[in-house]
């Protein structure tokens, strides 16, 4: 987009907001649930140009255009009483915190889930009165414009969402425009920290969710069959290319032999193929710039000591790379020290549980995390002392539009999702009566 382009939709989201933010909560809700019922209409669309766009397995896109619509169902629903007055008493004859939205809020976000991440802040934004503009990752722009036609048709008014496909230096100026008044990214660590600079010379709020190295703590008590299960799905979902995935599996000794092999059979079925035929059951990378840094990561874990129990070597497509397992993780390695984006899961061998918590917090991320045990008070004690986001016990991490999404440390900062995600656009204000 060109500047006059660019200008033309801060303009139309700017001459948008006083209306929208003025309608009804219960107005906005119906014209969201059409939202969720024009997603569910499109999905098999929607999901055919994510897997063309990012490889995708089909079925993979389909529940992520259901989760969409599922979002945008639930904050239609749960809106009013997330954004309801407070009262709190004081000395005042009134005195109460209402929730005010800010106005235009801008979202750059990535391709990995190129229509769940869009929706995981626009819906609850704009139930709570906000506009937005959307830069989505330049290999999905057909998901940002399909999106927007999705809007329009349920009758979204002009202006309440608008797509820019602009680079990062157009991306930086509209951060600084007065008009926009919150930033919202999901993306790399070096993205977050250009972008929360950048918001904050201009004194505007953001939210940052960054990359992971999510810790898998596998105890001596877990039930074996189903933690392995799991450890598959959380590994090679989405080509492992999701930062809440599980990165660094943590094991301790009474089932580490036996983990690391159930896991590596595992794993060996499954079949790197066309993401539209069902017969694939992990998918190609997005692009081939990132399988080649991935196998540059690998290669360089192996060089200083990581032995290979499977995969590692590129396949045969430009985008392939095969499930692969690395064993005898060390600090000093990328498998270690480095968020690995893709179908490889590192294994870290610990002495017992107090080293599993120590290992898992050596990391300068903390998104998500999982420990594995049939003992769950032992579970919860455990996961109480990682330093992540969110952590699971016996469960899959994921985002669920019921619970706070986000992270610490490198992992970035704010919440998405349930009510306290909705409230971070807002203007929390104080009204005092005497």
Not at 7 to 18: D, K, M, V, W, Y
Not at 211 to 235: C, M, N, Q, Y
Not at 375 to 387: N, P, S
Request: proline share 4%; hydrophobic share 45%.
């Amino acid at each position: 987009m060109d500047d006059a382009a660019i200008e033309s939709r801060l303009a139309a989201a700017e001459a948008a907001f006083p209306a929208w933010s003025g309608r009804e909560i219960n107005e906005r809700a119906v014209l969201l649930r059409r939202v969720a019922a024009g997603l569910r209409s499109a999905k098999r669309d929607l999901a055919l140009t994510m897997t063309a766009e990012m490889g995708k397995l089909h079925r993979e896109a389909i529940v992520e255009v259901e989760k969409s619509a599922d979002a945008c169902e639930y904050y239609a629903q749960h809106a009013a009483g997330y954004l309801a007055d407070q009262p709190i008493a004081t000395e005042a004859s009134l005195s109460y915190v209402r929730y005010a939205p800010l106005g235009c809020v801008f979202a750059i976000m990535p391709w990995n889930f190129p229509v769940w991440q869009v929706f995981r802040f626009l819906a609850p934004g704009l139930m709570a009165g906000n506009v937005a503009l959307l830069k989505h990752a330049t290999n999905v722009p057909s998901c940002a414009d399909a999106i927007a036609e999705v809007l329009a048709a349920a009758g979204i008014p002009e202006g309440v969402f608008g797509v820019l496909h602009i680079d990062n230096d157009q991306a930086a100026d509209v951060i600084a425009d007065p008009r926009v008044k919150a930033v919202t990214l999901t993306g790399s660590e070096r993205a977050g920290r250009s972008v929360a600079g950048t918001a904050g010379k201009h004194l505007k709020k953001c939210v940052l969710e960054l990359g992971g190295s999510d810790p898998f703590v596998v105890l001596d008590d877990a039930e074996l069959d189903a933690t392995v299960k799991i450890a598959v799905r959380s590994r090679f979902g989405n080509a492992g290319q999701t930062c809440i995935a599980a990165k660094r599996f943590i094991v301790t000794p009474g089932i580490a032999d036996r983990f690391v092999q159930a896991f590596a059979d595992a794993a060996s079925k499954l079949i790197v193929g066309d993401p539209n035929d069902d017969a694939s059951t992990l998918a190609p990378m997005a692009r081939a710039d990132l399988r080649d840094e991935l196998h540059r990561q690998v290669q360089d874990s192996v060089a200083k000591g990581a032995r290979v129990l499977l995969g590692g070597q590129p396949g045969q497509g430009e985008t392939q790379y095969p499930a692969t397992i690395l064993d005898g993780v060390q600090p000093g390695m990328p498998a270690w020290d480095e968020e690995l984006f893709g179908p490889v899961a590192s294994v870290l061998r610990v002495a017992d549980e107090a080293e599993a918590i120590r290992v898992a917090n050596a990391t300068r991320f903390g998104l998500g995390a999982s420990v594995w045990t049939t003992d769950t008070a032992r579970g919860e004690r455990v996961a109480r002392q990682i330093d992540a986001g969110a952590c699971f016990v016996n469960s899959l991490v994921k985002s669920d539009v019921r619970l706070p999404f986000g992270g610490t440390k490198a992992s970035g900062f704010g919440r998405e999702l349930a009510e306290h995600g909705m409230h971070e656009f807002t203007n929390i204000q104080t009204i005092y009566v005497q």
